[in-house]
């Protein structure tokens, strides 16, 4: 059977919907549960399993992200003047996000300005990596293939390489594998909390997915590939892991299940390692796969997110940031006793209230975006 386009499409927002939402959860958590925290929520040591267990959700967030980023400008190529067009639309695209990360985006961490520091986060790495695109999408599709799974599998390789601030390296090093701080003046440093070495290979195996998605493709087909891609890739991670090898830090079992658990799903995101990619992109597959054959009322309102997941992002980042100033102003600084999370479960709820709260501008502008496609810069959200 030869799905709709509306189906075949709707499953990659549902799925970036979700994700989404994921990281709106962490987000609440990172605003009004740091009174709770540990320094380190992936500390098996120290952490709640219920924080540990919350904070491994996101972790879905960012790989998954940037896979559909691929895969959607495979579809933009297919839909507009192939890839010429598409190149350029990455190339302007990728340089619009790192103007925005820089800008908009720290603002809204920071409410500095000007500012003493600036996070280059995952707005950053998704911006570098389409301009990374934007040229290696003229690579033939199997060397693409090669190229992402050799940047995915291969960088841990580089785990040990490090250079001074004084080496003329220290910098394009911090971008792309080492993370760490560039110092630009007295006044003002740069964090590059995401290097993008192993996301330029994500987005990369993203777009050579893209004809799975092709107008007319057989869905039965495509959801077979999607499952067979993901199971495999979850078994690497297993076997990888309990072999306790290449590219990860240890896990160790000390007896108690929950905190051997804790361990072992103990995985490096930044820069994401190879067992970090293969476990969320594995699921991650999974579930596209799982959303292409559902079409209810909730794969519709995760659509609704992630068809406009710009916009989302923004607004989501100053409501929380409004929402904490407001409660600082109006219960001074008992962060906790009177305004703060006192559960895991709270943030949960706080995320589901502030879901529904958003929901409603999300879909306004989701559905102008839709109706005004004469409107050239609503397409870069």
Same mark, same amino acid.
């Given at each position: @059977?030869? !799905?709709? !386009? ?23 958590? &990172? ?9 380190? %929520? @992936? ?5 709640? !399993? ?7 959700? /996101?972790?879905?967030?960012? !790989? ?13 190529? &297919?839909?507009? =003047?192939?890839?010429? &067009? ?43 990596? @389409? ?14 293939? /090669? ?24 910098? %394009?090093? /911090? ?22 070495? %192993? ?31 993901? +199971? ?29 658990? @804790? ?8 820069? %994401? ?38 916009? +989302? ?12 100033? =407001? ?29 529904? =709260? ?5 879909? /306004?502008? =989701? ?15």
């Amino acid at each position: @059977m030869t !799905p709709t !386009p509306a189906t075949r499409l709707r499953s990659i927002d549902a799925l970036r919907g979700l994700v989404i939402l994921l990281m709106l959860l962490d987000h609440v958590r &990172e605003t009004f549960y740091l009174h709770m925290q540990v320094s380190d %929520p @992936m500390d098996v040591a120290q952490t709640d !399993p219920a924080l540990f267990f919350a904070r491994s959700l /996101a972790h879905l967030c960012a !790989p998954v992200f940037i896979l559909l980023t691929g895969l959607s400008a495979f579809l933009y190529g &297919e839909k507009h =003047a192939g890839r010429e &067009e598409t190149s350029r639309f990455l190339l302007k695209r990728g340089l619009f996000l790192i103007v925005l990360e820089v800008t908009l985006v720290n603002f809204a961490w920071t409410f500095q300005f000007p500012p003493s520091v600036i996070y280059l986060q995952v707005i950053w790495a998704i911006g570098l990596s @389409m301009v990374a695109l934007s040229a290696l999408l003229w690579l033939p599709r199997g060397w693409l293939v /090669a190229l992402g799974l050799a940047l995915i599998g291969g960088h841990n390789l580089l785990d040990g390489l490090h250079f001074p601030a004084e080496s003329w390296l220290h910098v %394009p090093w /911090a971008v792309l594998h080492d993370r760490g701080w560039l110092e630009v003046s007295e006044q003002l440093r740069l964090r590059t909390s995401y290097p993008v070495l %192993p996301w330029i290979g994500v987005i990369a195996l993203g777009y050579a997915i893209g004809p799975w998605f092709a107008r007319g493709s057989e869905a039965g087909q495509r959801q077979g590939r999607l499952l067979a891609l993901g +199971f495999t890739s979850l078994a690497m991670f297993f076997l990888l892991r309990l072999l306790n090898g290449y590219g990860e830090k240890p896990w160790h079992s000390d007896g108690a299940t929950v905190q051997t658990l @804790m361990s072992f799903f103990n995985i490096t995101k930044y820069p %994401p390692s190879l067992l970090f990619l293969a476990l969320t992109l594995g699921v991650g597959l999974l579930l596209l796969a799982s959303l292409e054959r559902r079409d209810g009322r909730v794969t519709g309102w995760l659509a609704t997110f992630g068809a406009a997941p710009m916009f +989302f992002y923004l607004l989501h980042l100053y409501v929380l940031k409004v929402l904490y100033i =407001a409660s600082l102003a109006a219960f001074g600084a008992n962060h906790g006793e009177y305004f703060g999370f006192d559960s895991v479960l709270a943030v949960w709820i706080g995320a589901v209230v502030l879901a529904i =709260a958003l929901y409603l501008p999300v879909r /306004a502008f =989701a559905r102008l975006k839709a109706r005004r496609r004469d409107i050239a810069w609503l397409k870069y959200f």
